[in-house]
């Protein structure tokens, strides 16, 4: 399976700001996933990152509040922009191999 | 679309006893894909167990074990010889077999363990 590092763990920022969320792979995925856990809700997909393309968002996402960036088959940075306090969640990047997940970042606007 | 239902919002087991989380899911594919997670308050998603729709075999790891009817489209959770370290979240997910499919999760459950 593989072994992703995710950072910032947690952070709290202020409104109209962008926080910029990293995940690292320890090995080559075709695809990652960036996830959305809202308080006390369930996981909903934000966006797929295929590496050398745009990313696919899903419905309700757009690219202008979710940027995505996938440089290598190890690496992809998910950035919330102009946040607002409805942005405090849990987000956290996924990879099929071992179906496994990064640790999350608890993101807190004020 | 798949749908993923978890109906016990909250389950409490006893230390050293059974539990069984409910999963249902609506799908009319063939073959897929169901899984349990496990979150405990660090919000770690950690993979509990994993059943590919084709098997008919029951996946088991450990005090973890499912009960899969793929008819009824149920996929049940049971945990054995509960721990204290048992109570987290319990999320059940589905995923289509496609290379870009994404896991669909339930509402999730959350589990107390007692003394």
């Known amino acids: 399976s593989a072994v992703i590092s995710q950072k910032p763990s947690r952070d709290i920022c202020q409104r109209g700001t962008s926080l910029t969320i990293q995940c690292q792979v320890d090995s080559q995925v075709t695809m990652m996933f960036w996830y959305r856990q809202q308080p006390g809700q369930s996981l909903t997909l934000i966006a797929t990152a295929n590496q050398g393309s745009e990313a696919t968002y899903e419905s309700g996402f757009v690219i202008d509040k979710f940027p995505i960036s996938r440089p290598n088959l190890t690496f992809s940075t998910l950035t919330v922009s102009n946040m607002s306090p409805e942005d405090s969640s849990i987000y956290l990047c996924?990879?099929?191999?071992?179906?496994?997940f990064g640790s999350g970042t608890r993101l807190t606007v004020v | 679309a798949q749908t993923v239902t978890q109906s016990q919002p909250e389950m409490s087991v006893q230390e050293a006893e059974t539990v069984t989380l409910s999963c249902t899911y609506d799908t009319s594919e063939s073959d897929y894909y169901l899984f349990w997670y496990k979150q405990p308050p660090s919000r770690q998603m950690i993979l509990v167990i994993r059943?590919?729709?084709?098997?008919?075999q029951n996946a088991t790891e450990n005090r973890f074990s499912v009960n899969f009817q793929k008819a009824a489209k149920s996929f049940s959770l049971k945990i054995s010889d509960s721990q204290l370290g048992d109570a987290a979240m319990y999320f059940c997910?589905?995923?289509?077999?496609?290379?870009?499919?994404?896991?669909?999760f339930g509402t999730g459950t959350r589990l107390q363990v007692t003394l």
């Open positions: 059943q590919e729709a084709y098997k008919q």
């Open positions: 997910a589905y995923r289509n077999t496609g290379t870009a499919s994404k896991l669909t």
């Open positions: 996924s990879v099929r191999c071992g179906y496994t």
